[in-house]
């Protein structure tokens, strides 16, 4: 009997889902478990890195790694996986185009640390105490992750082979993709293992969208009670359909809520917020400086919305290096 | 970007406009061609439409080194094909916003109206271009990606020799 393959699950800076929709292949999870050997999985398992360092090269046949890269640590350790591994995964919208805590991009480094250690409302600090990457105390001396300037995605920090796109994976992609390895019949090495039409393509609100959408107004989901069977551009939600590859199945969409472009962009697409931006300003009914302000003010926050998941991939690649 | 200028020479701004064939890249060639003189900064892209210029583009050229993106278009209700320019202003104004929340002076890319026969407009709004983007100096969003990458490579102790004189500046 041929050997199992051998594989490794990893989370860099991540919320835990991508974690939790591997354990969503409810009892999926077992045939796989089954079929192949867990050789690191820190989040389930008790491993450590030292496990990881006394394998050979390339001895993992897939690493899947979920969450953006922003320590020292993440850095270390995304590096040593990659040389462990034949095929590493970059799993979730995080590990493949910065996610969430890309966001952060947005705000400089000292800010960040302010906040969160000292300005946020909960944060008591009287003595300012903030980490420090190296601390000496009675001849001990302890260190901490560095926390880096930037968020960057995987691939800004190794090679990826794959990438499986969500905010998380679906577990129907995620079980695809493990056929496809355990079968060898992976697509060409840098794929995103999902299909490269927009979500549109796939929504079953798709007939009600009309040609020329006209907005007068966007709203905010909160704002509206939206009809559940129109096309939710159409009703003036800022659904992120056009922008973003399908494979998702349309669960947000189903779900009465618009896409927020988890999935990322198509292949044909640099830049999936200046895309997005593009057409819906385009479809604006306002013709004057004015009116155009006026509508405009319906998008509180442009960044946010239109690179929620891919400010660190997005063409100005997000680092912001002043403090204003 | 070359950083191959001699330090004593001056730094120019650097401009790429994208001009549409039906009003202001003729009115361009009107400048040309009653020898108006304006600043030679500017690398003029000929589209067919301003309606045509998607975002990305503009992106695109301030990665590439462009201090400031100029676009020229019909004046409304001009438009060859109608609507483009309305899609241009509209765009333009949230890219601008856009911009600015990205950390970039949205000074930085401009839009006119320009029609064919505004070859004098041509150079004003150029040479006033330069001359506001010289107040402001280089984008230089190149050095920032040099500094990204470098952040990954160096070793731990100079990054944070150099991160924590920064952050003296900074605070
Ligand atoms: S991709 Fe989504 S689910 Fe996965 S770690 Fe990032 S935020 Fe969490
Ligand atoms: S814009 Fe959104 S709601 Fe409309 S068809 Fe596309 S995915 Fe569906």
Known sequence: MPEKPKIALYWCASCGGCEESVVDLAEGILDVVAAVDILFWPVALDFKKSDVEDLADGELTVTLINGAVRTSEQVEMVRLLRKKSAVVIAYGSCAHMGGIPGLANQFHRTHILRYVYQEAPTVVNE?????????????????????????????????????????PPTPAL?????????????????????????????????????ENLSFEQYKRPHAIAADPEVCLLAQGLLCMGPATRSGCGALCVEGNMPCTGCFGPTSRVQDQGAKMLSSLAANMSAQTDEDIIETLGGIPDPVGTFYRYGLPVSTLRRYRDTES | MQQSTPAAQEWRPRIIAFFCNWCTY????????????????????????????????????FV??????????????????????????????????????????ERRLRLEWISASEGDKVRDVINGMVTELQTMGPLALNDNMTRFDAELESDLDTYLVTLSTKEVEHA
């Open chain 1, 174 to 210: 995620l079980a695809a993709a493990v056929n496809a390895l355990l079968t060898g019949t992976l697509p060409p090495k840098g794929s995103v293992l999902a299909p490269d039409v927009a979500l549109c393509d796939e929504c079953a609100r798709k007939d009600s969208k009309p």
């Open chain 1, 127 to 167: 003595n300012q105490v903030y980490p420090e990457i190296r601390h000496s105390w009675n001849g001990y001396s302890v260190t901490l992750p560095e926390f880096h300037a930037t968020v960057r995605s995987l691939d800004q920090v190794i090679d990826v082979d794959y990438y499986l796109p969500g905010c």
């Open chain 2, 64 to 105: 590439h080194g462009a201090d400031g993106v100029l676009i020229g278009g019909c004046h409304p209700g001009d438009c060859h094909y109608t609507e483009g320019n309305y899609k241009t202003l509209r765009r333009h104004h949230l890219l601008r916003r856009m911009l600015m929340d990205m950390g970039i002076d």
């Open chain 2, 26 to 61: 003729t009115a361009a060639d009107l400048a040309g061609v009653s020898r108006l003189k304006y600043a030679p900064n500017t690398r003029i892209v000929r589209v067919m439409c301003s309606g045509r210029i998607d975002p990305q583009f503009i992106l695109d050229a």
